[in-house]
């Protein structure tokens, strides 16, 4: 889920109108580089600053009954849908701080990345 998230990043911040490589923190590579996870290529050199926020949001996905844990949704699904939220949420953090390692350091970038991920399952849930 790391290298789907970090893949699908630059997509979903130019899709708002952006240019995903003119953030401040993000790098680019001469030539396209392998994920360690996925083997998927990209461009970016993402911080992980900006990956573990997110990742870390989709435990609100998570269904414990019975001692079994299940998804409520796929974290792929819900990143699907959801990504540019995410993605303008965590950018205009990111354009506060300025800096990777205070941004990972930051509390509120983490709730606020929680916080979105679990309102979107609680109305999810309403719906049903």
Avoid at 17 to 37: H, M, Q, T
Avoid at 54 to 77: G, M, T, Y
Wanted: glycine share 4%.
């Amino acid at each position: 889920m790391r290298d789907y998230i970090y893949e699908k990043m630059p997509e979903a911040w130019n899709r708002q109108g952006g240019k995903f490589g003119r953030i401040e923190s993000v790098g680019r590579y001469n030539k396209p580089v392998a994920l360690p996870f996925s083997g998927q290529k990209t461009e970016y050199s993402i911080p992980s600053a900006f990956i573990y926020p997110v990742l870390a949001a989709f435990r609100s996905l998570v269904q414990i009954e019975d001692e079994e844990c299940s998804w409520i949704i796929h974290p792929a699904e819900f990143f699907e849908k959801h990504q540019q939220e995410i993605m303008r949420r965590l950018v205009d953090q990111a354009l506060v701080f300025r800096n990777p390692t205070k941004l990972g350091k930051e509390k509120t970038v983490w709730q606020t990345c929680y916080d979105y991920v679990a309102m979107e399952v609680l109305k999810s849930q309403l719906k049903k």
